[in-house]
């Protein structure tokens, strides 16, 4: 038997501090805001370690994302990052990872396209975002089975279909749906009457926006108020205790991932409805929305009402990260890096979460 | 004392409101076998959780061997001496038994496991102690008591001097109860100090050498067991007497309930469940005996529907409920109460309301709001009744919020019994319905399931207890095997024939009818 050596002082001095702070760090709100923080500062470090100043660089991200002149854009990448982030929330609710936020996106895309240019008229909009839903949602709802009659994890699911999707649209956009005569691999501009209504006189957030305000809005009412909303939660917390209390988690997982598709798929539609009102190729993927979306969400861990704050926080990121190109010369690129580092910091936590002794039972 | 292996002195601990340990002295005498007792919720986990290192005491100090110790966690105390038998096993399925044990402390040679030292270490442990336990064994293919073995053999393997075991016997059957015991004897002639948490007085008064009693957070008496009688332990936990009940018998059973015929489970080409056939009747209780991995779980599991068939029928209410998900079943009439608490009647980071809603979600409110409408949760309703179960059931708990999770083992399983039988389903199961409660629960819990029978309900009976199905079953069948191997009534239902049956040596009596 090795003997540690017994530490003196019965009460060592700070103690109580000690104490407060060991309780204040079980605090559930601890990791994920201790995640940004720790981005943040190995953000600040990297910026340090290449020559340039850390704080003029946020600075540059605060400013360039939040100067009256910009909130218009911010607020339309917080809307699609929010959109996005539900995509994913909703899965991770009932403990299942959607990663295929980018198919469903461009599948929505493409619907709303076709329908948009197809049936102009007073219902185009409404009729575009409806079909872009339905698109969406079908191609999310496809893991649900594949993981209930063939054990093809969600996860595993989703992120292989995704690349499918992504291109098929990408040929189709380039050939049989290319805008004739353009040099450009994107589809010819939607009509008038098929664009997204505008709020005043802004030029980016439009009502495609408060579509996807509303949504959020649902899912906080359906998560917290209603009897699917309450078994999503349960399966999240503990999958068998679900089954054993009679819900029905293959029928669960088809609705969660179905209702996932159609956030991506609306959040396509809104995209191609907005300017410059055409199915580009690459462009509804290359600002990454899918991905921050989806850093928001585990960053929220899955709750409602902490998405819309923790989409805040990457919408920034995005827009800011721009204007930090511009005046403070350091690369955008670092604030995908600092999703990156959040992510990390995120799944860290459950490995440890899972590898930590916990309480016996009592 | 100088003979005190370890010691805990004015050991204090709350968790926001609720006081958990307060000013508790223990003393451990070397060589001894220690039993702690109380009521659920008394703290008794907490305060082995802090001798071994999981959780700080907010004052009071602990010793070891003479010299004070500051646990910052396990390590510190397993390094101190101290091993702990951890109830839900934490050990891996698909390695071997001496992987296991060594994990974490393993014999290298050249850097790498040594399997063979290891395997002889097992060996030699095993043989010490009187364990049997096969090093080279899978531990995903071992029972519950083999299981615990290998948690012993783990801390005896680090030289633990000290050994901790919170309510171990929960999950065994009397026959793995007397081997474990030998073991622990053992172990305390060989020098060891032992601490044991349990429920049961005739465990005290067969293996413990001292008692502690908690109750509320505070010791409320320490006894020599050999001048201990039960009612003064019971006395001393309680406060008061605690009558036992039983089933009297009386009543005509009725209707057949639940049907099960010719029931075959396979599982990865192994039949767990061979040709089951019973039947429950309402106002009946039926017991089923046997040692934990004969089938019991699967046939539970097949009734409910979380599990599959092979072959055979299943009939609830007369309904044959094979192509039925368990939502459906549930609605016909089926309650049931798990044996695993943690993994399947609960979920721990839930609160004890929404623990105690599922199932109840989607069905209006008893005597609730106007407003309720299919499909949409009445949080109010919900908070109702979470309340008056609470109260019902002397769940100890700061409040319907609190998360499961939290409550003490003996309180989670009551949140889990109020669920279940708050659905007054024709149909009830219960595993273990008892596991983990305390001497006075028991007692309510019976009665219920006696008042259950009375008023109609069908009761199939899973227990390890043979006293617990003695008192309750009109019937107890056993299981060995997959099969069930005997029946008896009431009358025959002796200790010594449901033992020998459990065992797989008693001759094979299916004399009453009720089957097939
Ligand atoms: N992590 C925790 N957070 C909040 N309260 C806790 C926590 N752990 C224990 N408690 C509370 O402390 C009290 C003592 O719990 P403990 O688990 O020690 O009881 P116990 O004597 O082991 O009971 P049982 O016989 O039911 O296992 C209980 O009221 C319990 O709810
Ligand atoms: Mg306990």
Not at chain 1, 203 to 212: A, D, P
Not at chain 2, 73 to 97: E, K
Not at chain 2, 213 to 222: E, F, Q, S
Not at chain 2, 452 to 479: K, W
Request: glycine share 12%; aromatic share 4%.
């Amino acid at each position: 038997m090795t003997a540690a050596t017994p530490t003196e002082a019965p009460e060592p001095r700070g103690a109580a501090a000690r104490r407060l702070f060991r309780l204040a760090a079980r605090h559930p709100g601890v990791v994920p805001v201790g995640a940004v923080v720790l981005a943040v500062l190995i953000g600040a470090a990297i910026i340090a370690a290449a020559g340039l100043d850390p704080i003029t660089a946020y600075s540059a991200v605060l400013q360039g994302a939040l100067e009256p002149d910009s909130l218009d854009y911010t607020f339309s990448v917080w809307g699609f990052t929010c959109g996005m982030a539900l995509a994913a929330a909703i899965p991770l609710r009932m403990g299942e990872f959607n990663l295929g936020g980018n198919g469903q996106l461009v599948l929505g895309g493409l619907a709303a396209t076709v329908v948009a240019g197809a049936l102009p008229g007073p219902l185009a909009v409404p009729l575009a975002v409806l079909a872009a839903a339905v698109l969406a949602a079908a191609f999310g709802a496809v893991s649900a089975p594949l993981a209930t009659r063939f054990k093809i994890p969600i996860i595993i699911s989703t992120l292989l279909l995704s690349p499918i999707a992504v291109a098929v649209v990408s040929f189709l956009v380039r050939f049989p749906l290319a805008e004739a005569g353009s040099g450009v691999a994107q589809t010819a501009r939607l009509p008038e009457d098929a664009r997204m209504w505008s709020i005043g006189d802004l030029s980016y957030s439009n009502v495609g926006l408060l579509i996807l305000v509303a949504m959020m809005a649902v899912f906080w009412i359906v998560d917290s108020r209603t009897a699917v909303g309450f078994e999503l939660r349960v399966v999240g917390a503990n999958r068998r205790f679900g089954a054993y209390g009679g819900v029905v988690v293959g029928r669960l997982a088809l609705g969660a991932m179905a209702a996932a598709g159609a956030a991506a798929g609306i959040v396509g539609a809104v995209i191609v409805l907005s300017s410059p009102y055409r199915l580009i190729d690459g462009a509804l993927l290359s600002p990454g929305y899918t991905f921050a979306g989806f850093a928001a969400a585990l960053l929220a861990g899955g709750r409602p009402l902490l998405i819309p704050v923790t989409s805040v926080l990457f919408a920034v990121l995005q827009v800011g990260g721009a204007a930090m190109e511009r005046t403070a010369d350091v690369p955008r690129q670092l604030s995908d890096l600092l999703q990156g580092v959040v992510i990390i910091v995120l799944a860290l936590r459950t490995v440890l979460d899972a590898g930590r002794t916990g309480r016996s039972e009592h | 004392m100088t003979d005190a292996a370890a010691e805990l002195r004015g050991i204090s601990k709350r968790f926001d409101a609720v006081v958990a340990n307060d000013g508790v002295d223990l003393v451990l005498r070397r060589g001894t076998i220690h039993a702690v007792m109380g009521e659920n919720g008394a703290g008794k986990s907490t305060l082995m959780s802090i001798l071994f290192g999981l959780l700080r005491p907010d004052s009071g100090q602990i010793l070891v061997g003479g010299v004070e110790r500051h646990f910052r966690g396990p390590l510190d105390a397993i390094a101190a001496g101290l091993g702990m038998v951890h109830q839900h096993f934490r050990l891996f399925d698909s390695m071997t038994v001496a992987e296991n044990v060594v994990y974490g402390a393993e014999p290298r040679r050249r850097g790498r496991l040594d399997r063979t030292a290891a395997a002889e270490r097992v060996r030699e442990l095993s043989d010490r102690y009187g364990l049997d336990t096969d090093p080279d064994s899978v531990v995903g293919t071992l029972s519950a008591g083999a299981r615990q073995r290998v948690e012993i053999l783990k801390a005896l393997h680090r030289d633990a001097e000290i050994l901790i075991l919170d309510e171990p016997t929960a999950v065994l059957t009397p026959v793995e109860v007397d081997s474990l015991f030998a073991v622990l004897r053992r172990a305390a002639d060989e020098g060891a100090t032992v601490v044991l948490v349990t429920h049961k007085i005739h465990e005290v008064l067969a293996i413990s050498d001292e008692v502690t009693v908690l109750r509320d957070a505070r010791v409320t008496g320490r006894f020599r067991t050999a001048e201990a009688t039960g009612s003064a332990l019971v006395q001393s936990m309680t406060g008061r007497e605690v009558t036992e009940v039983a089933n009297a018998g009386t009543g005509e059973p009725g209707d057949e309930a639940l049907q099960v015929t010719g029931l075959t489970v396979v599982d990865r080409g192994v039949h767990r469940v061979r040709d089951v056939s019973f039947t429950v009747r309402r106002g009946e209780i039926v017991g089923v005996a046997g040692v934990s991995g004969n089938g019991q779980r699967e046939v539970v599991a097949a009734i409910l529907g979380t599990g599959s068939a092979e072959s055979g029928e299943i009939r609830l209410l007369g309904r044959d409920v094979a192509s039925l998900d368990v939502r459906r079943r549930r609605a016909i009439g089926l309650a049931v109460v798990p044996e695993d608490r943690r993994g399947e009647g609960m979920a721990v980071t839930m609160t004890t309301a929404e623990n105690l809603a599922l199932g109840h979600h989607r069905t209006a409110p008893i005597g609730a709001s106007r407003g309720w409408r299919r499909g949409w949760l009445s949080l109010r309703a919900q908070r109702d009744m979470a309340r008056r179960l609470i109260a019902d059931y002397d769940v100890r708990t700061s409040g319907e919020r609190q998360p499961v999770g939290a409550l003490s083992g003996g309180n989670a399983q009551k949140v889990v019994i109020a669920r279940e039988l708050s659905h007054r389903a024709p149909v009830l199961i219960a595993e273990q319905p008892t596991q983990g409660v305390d001497i006075g629960a028991i007692e309510s819990i019976h009665q219920r399931l006696l008042d259950y029978r009375r008023d109609g309900g069908a009761v199939l009976l899973v227990s390890h207890e043979i006293a617990e199905l003695q008192a309750l079953a009109d019937r107890v069948l056993v299981m060995f095997a997959g099969r069930i191997v005997a029946e008896y009534s009431r009358a025959d239902a002796t200790t010594a024939r449901i033992g020998a049956a459990m065992a797989g040596t008693g001759e094979s009596s299916r004399s009453e009818g009720g089957a097939s």
